[in-house]
């Protein structure tokens, strides 16, 4: 078995600290419920690209659409600072 290797030192270094700072994953944390949303719009499309829709499939993509759209609003909200749906007042 051949082993490759670089014959060239790389051309950006490394930094040395790779792991994520607290406000990177801070930001990751705030933007995971829109992600989630998305995912699951996206697994309901893929059921869907094999096999007629049927009347379960279109519900379930309209539900997934509306998480999405609460998501990215509950997002927009809490960015801009004002109170998001659910919170206690």
Do not use: C, Y
Not at 41 to 62: K, T
Not at 72 to 87: F, I, K, L, P
């Amino acid at each position: 078995m051949k082993h490759i290797a670089a014959r060239q030192k790389p051309v950006t270094a490394l930094p040395a600290d790779l792991e994520p700072s607290d406000a990177e994953l801070d930001a990751i944390e705030t933007e995971m419920p829109v992600v989630l949303a998305e995912v699951e719009l996206l697994d309901a499309l893929i059921a869907m690209l094999d096999r007629p829709a049927s009347e379960f499939d279109a519900r379930r993509i309209r539900r997934a659409r509306h998480r999405v759209l609460a998501a990215r609003r509950d997002a927009a909200n809490r960015a801009a600072g004002t109170q998001v749906s659910g919170d206690v007042a």
